[in-house]
């Protein structure tokens, strides 16, 4: 089972990575997203709540894309670092940085992402070590 879990990540990353999130109607009707405390708005979002966070945070930018650039398998668990790109809207601005999620795979839909600034804090989550 945590192979296919492994595989349901890296499908939504693949296409997160053309600028394509069309994917995050996929996931669990109660799916939680925890934003990292450095993130404008951070907290806890459910449902529709969280979809509307994670569109938001997509649409800030042009030409958005996430890639993920390592994954990891931890059981129900899976391990991502991404990088993200995307110009600031209205801006000449580009942005870029390197995040770490862990998402929770239940019943082959993701029902919680995890975002974290620091490797350690996501492995740790993830019941992982270095």
Do not use: C
């Amino acid at each position: 089972m945590s192979q296919e879990n492994v595989e349901i990540v890296r499908a939504m990353f693949e296409q997160f990575a053309q600028g394509d999130f069309s994917r995050l109607a996929d996931m669990a009707d109660d799916f939680e997203w925890v934003s990292s405390p450095e993130l404008p708005d951070a907290g806890t979002y459910r449902g529709e709540a969280a979809r509307r966070w994670i569109t938001a945070w997509v649409e800030a930018f042009a030409g958005f894309k996430a890639e993920a650039t390592e994954i990891i398998d931890a059981g129900d668990k899976v391990f991502v670092a991404i990088l993200q790109r995307g110009r600031v809207r209205e801006s000449p601005t580009v942005v870029e940085g390197h995040w770490w999620i862990v998402m929770t795979v239940r019943e082959g839909v993701i029902s919680r992402s995890e975002a974290f600034v620091e490797r350690a804090q996501a492995l740790e989550a993830a019941g992982l070590r270095e």
